[in-house]
C-alpha cells in the first residue's frame, strides 16, 4: 500500500491534469443523444405525468375539475397561484407540439374525467419543433382532440395563440402570419361547433402582433404579468363552458 502522502499528492496532480484539460467534445454530443433516445421511446411523454394521473384518482362528488392542456405557457403556470382552491389541474409539457399533445389525451385529459378541458396549442408547430407541418394538419390535430372530449363530455375551452413576433430557437421563421391564420380558424371552428373560444391574443398583443414587452421576458412566454391577464380571461371561459347545455 502507498504512503498516504504520495496516494493523495496524486489525487491533487490528477485534479490539477483534469481541470487543465479541454472540455470533451463529445460530452454534449453524449447528452444529445440521451435526450434524443428519450424522446424516440416515449415520444409524447407520457411517462411525464403518468404517475400524478393515477394518484389523482377520480373527481369529488360535486367537483368541476378542469384540466389544462398543453406546452410551456401551460407548464409553467403556477395554477394555485392563479386560481386558489379551484380543482384546475396542468397538464402542459414544454416544447410539445399538436401530434404530441394528442397521443396524450386520453391518459392526461379523459382518464382524469374532467368537466372542462382548456386546450392550448400550436405555437411549437409553427415553430416546427417536431419538424415542418401545415395549418391543416394542425388543425386537424386540434379537431381530433375536440372530438375525443365531446364524445366523453368533456366541454372544450380552446385558446388561441398567445401572440409571438419571433421565436427565439428559431429567428429565421416568421409567425406573425401562420399565428394569425391559426387563431381565426379556432375562433370560426369554435363557434361552429359550439365551443368556447378563449382570446389570449387580443388581450396580450402589440402594435406589431407581438406580445407586449411588460408581459413576457423572451417574447414569447408570458411572464407573472402576462399569466395576470390570462387568468381572469380563462375563468371567464371556464365558466361560459360550465354553464352550456
Known amino acids: 500500500m502507498k504512503p498516504l502522502f504520495v496516494l493523495l499528492t496524486g489525487v491533487i496532480l490528477s485534479a490539477a491534469v483534469a481541470a487543465q484539460q479541454p472540455p470533451d467534445p463529445c460530452a454534449s454530443l453524449k447528452e444529445d443523444n440521451s435526450a434524443m433516445e ?52 396542468n397538464r402542459g409539457i414544454s416544447g410539445q407540439t399538436t401530434p404530441q399533445i394528442l397521443l396524450r ?37 386540434l379537431t381530433s382532440m375536440v372530438d375525443l372530449a365531446q364524445r366523453n363530455g368533456i366541454r372544450v375551452v380552446l385558446s388561441s395563440l398567445v401572440p409571438a413576433l419571433q421565436y ?10 401562420k ?40 417574447g414569447v412566454h408570458p411572464n407573472k404579468a402576462g399569466y395576470a391577464v390570462m387568468a381572469p380571461l380563462a375563468e371567464k371561459a371556464i365558466t361560459a363552458a360550465l354553464a352550456k347545455n
Do not use: C
Open 38 to 89: 428519450l424522446t424516440l421511446r416515449d415520444w409524447p411523454n407520457l411517462a411525464k405525468y403518468r404517475e400524478d394521473d393515477a394518484k389523482l384518482g377520480p373527481p369529488a362528488k360535486g367537483e368541476s375539475r378542469v384540466v389544462f392542456l398543453g406546452d410551456s405557457i401551460t407548464e409553467f403556470w403556477s395554477l394555485s397561484d392563479s386560481f386558489p382552491g379551484k380543482p384546475y389541474v
Open 105 to 141: 389525451f386520453r391518459q392526461d385529459v379523459i382518464a382524469l374525467q374532467p368537466r372542462v378541458v382548456v386546450i392550448l396549442a400550436g405555437t411549437n408547430d409553427i415553430a416546427e419543433n417536431t419538424g415542418p407541418i401545415t395549418l391543416a394538419a394542425i388543425e386537424d390535430n
Open 168 to 177: 427565439p430557437w428559431r429567428p429565421d421563421l416568421a409567425p406573425v402570419e
Open 179 to 218: 399565428i394569425r391564420a391559426l387563431n381565426d380558424w379556432m375562433k370560426d371552428y369554435a363557434a361552429k361547433e359550439g365551443l368556447v373560444f378563449l382570446d389570449y391574443h387580443s388581450a396580450m398583443a402589440n402594435d406589431k402582433r407581438g406580445l407586449k414587452a411588460e408581459l413576457s421576458e423572451d
